[in-house]
């Protein structure tokens, strides 16, 4: 069936640094450090609800610098985390940190409690961008950490932003082109959301700083996606998660509870006009995978409307192309 994680949030934990556009309790919807009693307890429930056909599921420590936290306190997680992988089979566990907080030491450590895939928090791989938004590392730093990750044998995934401050318009694809030569077995993709305490919103309010619209944000991450897809990297992620904290402190920006949806909606809509191209307008069918029916449709029958707009009146068919395939036919 897919894989899955038990996520547990470790806000601002152990970072030294408060980024532009950082306000951890918004986005986690959680201000407290989970206890290892506590990662034992949820991992227990988790194992008696979660589907038996899921291939994989992993423990995840998100949000903060996990790799950075006090030692006793990482390793009190690392514990539980260790102990729940053992007792209910288990794929492994995962973290996020900063690319600067990653050395011999703390990876000897992590490597001791079975952790088996790191993301790291990069956004962006310019250093005039990093240092604008306050990030406190360099992209050398990423490329260092991402090749001791490597080296100790683990999975590597890279978490980039679009639309950060001070970043051009051709910056996203520096930074992807950059972290694909990386080589990560996974990406995420966050368009920059504007939140309530951050300094965006300060910047935002002087007039220094505009935001990308949904709109916008959608163009620039599809684009993104088809990237890494074509270079054989895993999209897991685009958008941030909806909560109820994260829409309380939203001030403006690319967010939307349905990004991920907007964006492989997106890329449906340049297959099709790639299919339709050099074709006379009229009626046409367009057939994809039964599960991707709703993304060629597009939110609203947003695809369908600018292809009418086009000339061309489309029937969508669910059919055997594999996922993100079109197949198209005139409509007798």
């Not at 890279?158 to 051709?170: F, I, K, N, R, T």
């Not at 909560?243 to 939203?250: G, P, T």
């Not at 340049?270 to 191209?277: F, G, T, Y």
Request: proline content about 5%.
């Amino acid at each position: 069936m897919g894989h899955a994680n038990i996520a547990f949030f470790v806000p601002h934990l152990g970072c030294p640094h408060q980024c532009s556009f950082c306000n951890q309790h918004s986005i986690s919807g959680q201000a407290r450090v989970p206890a290892p009693k506590e990662v034992l307890e949820t991992c227990a429930q988790q194992a008696e609800r979660l589907p038996r056909d899921l291939t994989e599921v992993e423990i995840a420590f998100f949000g903060g610098s996990f790799t950075a936290i006090e030692g006793d306190i990482m390793e009190g997680l690392l514990e539980a985390a260790q102990y729940c992988v053992r007792r209910y089979g288990f794929a492994g566990i995962r973290c996020s940190t900063r690319p600067d907080a990653v050395e011999h030491r703390v990876m000897d450590t992590l490597r001791r409690y079975g952790m088996t895939h790191i993301e790291l928090g990069c956004q962006s791989m310019e250093d005039e961008v990093l240092s604008l938004n306050g990030r406190g590392h360099t992209a050398q730093d990423v490329r260092e950490a991402s090749r001791l990750v490597r080296a100790y044998g683990m999975g590597l995934g890279h978490q980039m932003m679009v639309g950060l401050y001070g970043e051009p318009a051709y910056g996203p694809m520096v930074t992807a082109g950059e972290l694909a030569k990386l080589k990560p077995d996974t990406v995420r993709i966050y368009p920059t959301v504007v939140i309530r305490g951050t300094r965006l919103a300060e910047l935002m309010r002087e007039g220094l700083y505009q935001p990308l619209t949904v709109d916008q944000a959608v163009v620039v991450c599809a684009e993104l996606m088809a990237y890494f897809r074509q270079h054989k990297i895993s999209v897991i992620r685009v958008g941030l998660h909806a909560s109820e904290s994260l829409e309380e402190d939203y001030l403006a920006g690319a967010y939307h509870p349905a990004f991920g949806e907007l964006c492989a909606s997106r890329l449906y809509l340049i297959k099709a006009r790639e299919a339709l191209l050099g074709m006379p307008p009229g009626s046409y069918n367009l057939t994809v995978h039964p599960g991707e029916i709703s993304k060629m449709v597009g939110q609203r029958r947003g695809n369908i409307m600018a292809l009418a707009q086009e000339g061309y009146n489309i029937s969508v068919r669910g059919g055997s192309p594999p996922p993100g395939q079109v197949i198209l036919t005139q409509s007798t």
